[in-house]
């Protein structure tokens, strides 16, 4: 099956600083991919839509100034926390799919990450 | 707005006992697909629903979808500790933005040996 690869895995850094994730897809070309936030014990929360090429979709509630998400080819996006706090610790997946409306997503081994 | 609804939240089972999981939805559904996630692990697709009243099976899990595609269930036959993870559900609508899934919270399930 398709391959959606994420990283760094786990990330420790300072609060203040900014941490990019990136999530590639290994083998298939992804016009679109979707950035999830998960806090423990707890589903999976869209963040933003990300669009290779434009810019992207930010859903409600979700900082577009404080989560930079940079969709530069086809197989490459990346999410960027931008001067993180320890409010920002989570766990940060991405997915994607091989058809642009339907079918399967294939997410990354997802991100976690902690703000000190 | 759309929403999920899943139940239980949680769900304790003695390993050879049944497991179900329950998915409702406010407005009807495109079509509604299952993920698996482990403990630390991310979600698995396991199965794609479209049509009313479909009932899919992967050896013991059986998957259905309501005649009014507003809800699904999916149901484990004699659980096993392989089984153990949060089930999700994830739902499609139709229109503007039907390329979105919206998750339900998921069901965490434990497996007692």
């Known amino acids: 099956g398709a391959v959606v690869s994420q990283h760094p895995s786990w990330v420790i850094c300072k609060s203040g600083t900014s941490v990019k994730i990136e999530c590639r897809s290994l083998?298939?070309?992804?016009?679109?991919m979707f950035w999830y936030r998960q806090f423990p014990k707890q589903s999976l929360m869209l963040m933003a839509t990300?669009?290779?090429?434009?810019?992207?979709?930010?859903e409600q509630g979700v900082e577009k100034d404080k989560f930079l998400i940079n969709h530069a080819s086809l197989t490459l996006s990346t999410l960027t926390v931008t001067s993180a706090h320890p409010e920002d610790s989570s766990f940060y997946i991405c997915?994607?799919?091989?058809?642009?409306?339907?079918?399967?997503?294939?997410f990354g081994e997802g991100s976690r990450l902690t703000v000190l | 707005g759309q929403q999920v609804m899943q139940i239980p939240q949680y769900q304790h089972v003695q390993e050879g006992e049944d497991f179900t999981t329950y998915c409702n939805s406010s407005?009807?559904?495109?079509?509604i697909q299952w993920y698996k996630q482990r403990p630390g692990g991310h979600p698995v697709f396991l199965i794609q629903?479209?049509?009313?009243?479909e009932v899919k099976k992967q050896k013991r899990l059986t998957f259905q979808f309501g005649e009014a595609k507003k809800n699904s269930s999916l149901h484990i036959t004699a659980t096993q500790t392989t089984d153990v993870g949060t089930y999700f559900c994830a739902c499609s609508y139709s229109g503007a933005g039907s390329y979105q899934l919206t998750f339900g919270k998921g069901t965490k399930l434990s497996v007692i040996p």
């Open positions: 083998d298939f070309q992804a016009t679109t």
């Open positions: 997915s994607a799919r091989r058809t642009m409306t339907t079918g399967e997503l294939f």
């Open positions: 990300s669009n290779e090429g434009s810019k992207a979709t930010y």
């Open positions: 629903l479209v049509k009313s009243g």
């Open positions: 407005t009807t559904l495109s079509n």
